[in-house]
């Protein structure tokens, strides 16, 4: 396994933890609850930043640009009144 597969599969692994803490926080049912599960959350949230920011500066990671005339075409579908 090379650096930039185990950097795949961390980023992988907090991106799915953001998801759970998100959830988390969402069905709490007390504020104690609901705040651990943010500052989960927000921690882990800064982790894969810095996972995603090494392995963008190392070529690893380049996201794909969105279609122009397709975001028209989205905004267009949801646009408040249509």
Not at 5 to 13: P, Q, S
Not at 29 to 36: K, L, M, S, Y
Not at 49 to 65: F, I, N
Request: glycine letters at 8%; hydrophobic letters at 35%.
């Amino acid at each position: 396994m090379d650096d930039r597969m185990i950097m795949e599969n961390l980023l992988n692994t907090a991106k799915g933890a953001c998801d759970l803490y998100m959830h988390g926080a969402i069905e709490s049912g007390t504020p104690n609850v609901r705040q651990a599960f943010t500052t989960a959350l927000n921690f882990e949230l800064g982790m894969q930043d810095e996972l995603y920011r090494e392995m963008q500066r190392k070529g690893w990671y380049a996201p794909e640009q969105a279609n122009a005339q397709r975001t028209q075409q989205i905004k267009q579908k949801y646009k408040p009144g249509c």
